[in-house]
């Protein structure tokens, strides 16, 4: 009987294609667009976590003890003994790469005027390892070590109209709680991922910052990345331990997710993915409903016949469930496919959204990837298909309880 | 009707000296500020700055003329080699490591020097305040131990770095034992007291001096001048913008 009701469902799909196309494009389409959106949503928070690591605070944070409880009044003078502190990580194994950084605001003296800035004092030779900085040059080379040298971010130059080989004296707060003023010359320009990071920085090599800033050679912060496959959070324990050890110094070392406000806004930046996600999931699921009851209701008067001709209800359920989800079936199936194949081609070409990023100050990328989940797209075919089958039911079974010639009056 | 009389010429009489020797808020201003102005004079002298790390000093040498030009070097090691130039005009910053001059102008000037208490603002405008000031005389008090004149000084321009300022001034040796700088509301925002005096050319001048920021928590800064030598020969290009940069 099943067999029966399944070919006399394929028949009335292919009786009426305009009308089995339609339905199936639009269950596609939705499906499609779900899965594009989940892949740029898992792609926006695999960017997120790694511009952190990168540029902001690396997989661990080594800062000293007391820093995070003064950090708004820029105590520049609890610094890190870099050298000590390098010396230790280069015996941990768990230990990929690391980097020494100082980061500190700055006013840029520019023509009478002060503009603040971020600067951020890096070695360039060990950042080789750390992130890309080469490729993120748009413009000149990266600074040297030892010189009196920075680049800057391309949007903060474009808006102090700076370029490659003008000085900047810049001026801050030092270790000593006085004030210094350097000039250094701007040899490249840069554009990284974040935005906000190409508005407000500037970076300059360490040995000078440290001079500049009388750290007397310390850093305000190592940061660095474990090896694959290693906790962030046990490594982090075991670097503290090492360094109490080694150094007798109690630093503050701490996995990224651990460090305050950066993890939150992971968290939040997630729970605001979801809301986004599950909205789209909604819209979605309502294009799937909608169509697939529509199709149905449309067709009162084919049911009334069939009734007149001795079909019983639950069979006429039986038939327009089967016919839903043949159609549903071939449309995710497509549009899932399809979806696929958008988001491999975006996840390598990227979606640029440079333009509309500016001024947000926030850590993702102005290049959006998208990232597959496989989970996560099967997941939207079966629901898809389900979905869409069982909103077959609701308008099925009213027709279904409707006498043959009250339903005749449909038209 | 005769004693009557009398009486009221002894009356007449008793109001004369207040009238003829009553001195006005604009005059003890003024005569406060000229014990403080000298022709040339050279200095040094430390900041100790106390902040919520704890407390830092700072040495510096200076030089001034008249009411308008002075110079600032720093000499302790954190700031070797800083300057800060006053002029007529303009204030200036000198670093060794940067290539130009520093011209602070606006906001600028509401900034720190040396994470003191004492703003780039506080250097600014000339001594000259009865230009500057509507003067009141409140009142008579007494600041440890010494007897002092009260005035309140109101803005009339809006060029100076404090729109309210409350002063306590010596009745005789017209020296500012104490000071509170508010804004235009009433807030206050900076306290100054008068700690060490010193005799030099028959004036009194303050040789130490606590200042403190009360838009900050914990923090005082005491300004110690030592070797206060005055009208001496300062050469004519000492507050030069070329010689700045020297």
Redesign the interface.
């Known amino acids: 009987m099943t067999t029966k009701l399944a070919k006399t469902a394929l028949r009335n799909i292919s009786r009426n294609k305009r009308r089995s196309v339609l339905s199936g494009v639009a269950i596609g389409v939705a499906a499609m667009a779900i899965v594009m959106l989940f892949s740029l949503i898992a792609g926006m928070q695999v960017d997120m976590e790694s511009n952190l690591k990168s540029y902001y605070t690396g997989g661990i944070r080594i800062r000293n003890e007391n820093y995070e409880q003064?950090e708004r009044?820029n105590?520049v003078?609890l610094t890190v003994d870099a050298e000590s502190v390098q010396k230790v990580l280069d015996t941990i194994e768990e230990v990929d790469v690391y980097v020494p950084r100082t980061s500190f605001p700055a006013?840029l003296?520019i023509e009478?005027?002060?503009f603040g800035a971020m600067g951020v004092g890096a070695d360039f030779k060990k950042e080789a390892d750390f992130i890309d900085l080469a490729g993120s040059l748009k413009m000149g080379h990266l600074p040297e070590n030892g010189k009196?040298e920075m680049m800057m971010g391309a949007v903060l130059a474009r808006d102090l109209k700076l370029e490659i080989g003008d000085?900047v004296?810049i001026?801050s707060?030092?270790a000593?709680?006085?004030?210094?003023?350097?000039?250094l010359e701007i040899v490249g320009l840069f554009t990284f991922p974040v935005a906000a990071l190409n508005a407000k920085y500037f970076w300059a090599p360490i040995d000078r910052i440290s001079y500049?800033l009388?750290m007397n050679g310390d850093t305000q912060e190592v940061i660095l990345k474990v090896k694959e496959g290693v906790s962030e959070l046990e490594a982090a324990e075991a670097i503290k331990e090492a360094l109490k050890k080694e150094t007798s110094i109690n630093y503050d070392v701490q996995a990224f997710t651990e460090i305050s406000g950066t993890y939150e806004m992971i968290e939040m930046a997630n729970t605001v993915y979801t809301i986004m996600a599950f909205i789209f999931f909604l819209l979605g699921s309502t294009v799937i409903i909608n169509t697939t009851m529509m199709v149905i209701f449309e067709r009162m008067r084919e049911i009334g016949t069939l009734g007149a001709l001795g079909m019983h209800g639950k069979e006429l359920v039986r038939l327009f469930f089967l016919e839903g989800m043949f159609i549903s079936i071939i449309g995710t199936f497509i549009g899932v496919t399809l979806g696929i194949g958008f988001t491999l081609i975006l996840g390598k070409t990227g979606i640029d959204f440079t333009e509309s990023m500016q001024g947000i100050d926030f850590e993702i990328s102005g290049m959006m990837y998208p990232k597959l989940s496989i989970s996560k797209t099967i997941f939207v075919f079966f629901y898809s298909v389900i979905v869409a089958s069982l909103a077959t039911l609701i308008p099925s079974r009213k027709a279904a309880k409707i006498e043959p010639v009250e339903a005749l009056r449909y038209v | 009707m005769k004693n009557k009389i009398i009486t009221i010429l002894i009356l007449l009489s008793l109001l004369i000296p207040v009238t003829i020797f009553a001195i006005t808020g604009e005059e003890i201003i003024r005569k406060a500020d000229e014990i403080q102005v000298f022709e040339t004079s050279e200095a040094s002298g430390e900041f100790r700055?106390k902040?919520?790390?704890g407390e830092?000093v700072?040495t510096f040498n200076s030089w001034s003329r008249g009411t308008e030009e002075s110079l600032i070097e720093f000499t302790s090691?954190?700031?070797r080699g800083?300057k800060v130039l006053r002029t007529e005009d303009e204030l200036y910053?000198f670093?060794p490591?940067?290539?130009?001059l520093?011209?602070m102008?606006?906001?600028?000037l509401r900034?720190?020097?040396?994470?003191s208490d004492v703003s780039y603002e506080d250097m600014t405008g000339g001594k000259d305040r009865i230009s500057q000031y509507d003067v009141v005389l409140e009142g008579e008090e007494n600041v440890n131990g010494n007897e002092c004149y009260v005035l309140i000084m109101t803005a009339k321009v809006r060029t100076v770095p404090y729109p309210k300022e409350k002063v306590w001034i010596d009745k005789e040796t017209f020296l500012v034992w104490k000071a509170e700088y508010f804004t235009k509301s009433g807030r206050l925002l900076k306290e100054m007291e008068t700690l060490e005096v010193e005799e030099i050319d028959g004036r009194m001048i303050a040789v130490e001096t606590r200042i403190s920021d009360k838009m900050k928590t914990d923090t005082e800064t005491i300004m110690i001048i030592s070797d206060l030598k005055i009208n001496i020969a300062i050469d004519d290009e000492m507050f030069s913008l070329e010689e700045l940069s020297w």
């Open positions: 003064y009044f105590p003078h006013n003296y009478g005027t002060n009196n000085k004296t001026m707060t030092t000593a709680r006085g004030t210094n003023a350097i000039t500049f009388r | 700055i902040d919520r790390f830092k700072s090691r954190a700031e800083q910053l670093f490591d940067a290539e130009e520093i011209r102008q606006g906001s600028m900034q720190s020097m040396l994470g």
